[in-house]
């Protein structure tokens, strides 16, 4: 009964080399988000998709795309990463029925490092 | 502009004690939420409770309690009779009522380790 489910849970990529992590849900829910989190730090907010509306923090990276074709489905694209891209990233959803007050459910994460 | 605010950045707890982890924040909106979320060296994000700004009671579920006190600020997660697999990275989050507003804050945690 996986919930949110990202694929792979580990990628190893080169500096520069562009790379896609992928996302998926079986919840429905209308909202999914990608953060960021560097060893020791808390998760960063990069952007969400309120269904097919992007929505892109102030302070993310041009180098970080993200795409969703479908309502269980969400990508996140590095351009060209960089050494200081390796991180964990975690992909969550939310209903998004519009109270803003829904708890967050989050994948296991996927494990980018950069040579 | 909302903050979160984890001042313990690590505890050591012997088994089957109760533990309190502290949260404190600061928002000027009039509705938000509390969670908190546990963090395995696996790296899931685990939800664990949840608490309403207006929400009148302490929220429970199961070995943890959220010990909300509004006017301090503070939302502590009580866990009680603390087991080994609750060692874990372990972090408060809040968000307002604000649609479109979809952002969770964290702190930046607090390290739980159990002794056995």
């Known amino acids: 009964d996986a919930m949110v489910i990202q694929n792979p849970r580990y990628q190893v990529t080169q500096f520069g080399k562009p790379v896609t992590l992928s996302c998926s849900q079986t919840l429905n829910h209308n909202v999914m988000y990608w953060y960021q989190q560097k060893s020791s730090q808390a998760p960063k907010l990069l952007f969400h998709?309120?269904?097919?509306?992007?929505?892109n923090e102030a302070d993310t990276p041009d180098n970080f795309q993200s795409r969703r074709p479908n309502t269980s489905f969400c990508f996140l694209d590095i351009r060209s990463p960089g050494l200081g891209d390796a991180a964990m990233y975690l992909c969550?959803?939310?209903?998004?029925?519009?109270?803003?007050?829904?708890?967050?459910?989050f994948g296991p994460g996927t494990r980018l490092l950069v040579l | 502009a909302q903050k979160i605010t984890q001042t313990q950045p690590g505890m050591f707890v012997q088994e089957k004690e109760a533990v309190t982890l502290d949260c404190t924040y600061d928002t000027s909106d009039p509705s938000y939420g509390l969670f908190w979320y546990k963090q395995p060296s696996s790296g899931e994000m685990i939800f664990l409770i949840y608490?309403?700004?207006?929400?009148?009671q302490n929220a429970t579920e199961g070995r943890y309690s959220l010990n909300f006190q509004k006017a301090r600020k503070s939302a502590n997660l009580v866990i009680s009779a603390s087991q080994l697999g609750d060692s874990a990275m372990y972090f408060c989050?809040?968000?307002?009522?604000?649609?479109?507003?979809?952002?969770?804050?964290f702190g930046t945690g607090t390290r739980l380790t159990i002794i056995p």
């Open positions: 969550a959803t939310s209903r998004g029925t519009g109270t803003g007050l829904e708890t967050q459910y």
């Open positions: 608490q309403g700004s207006y929400d009148q």
């Open positions: 998709y309120y269904d097919k509306d992007f929505n």
């Open positions: 989050a809040m968000r307002s009522y604000n649609f479109g507003n979809e952002k969770l804050t």
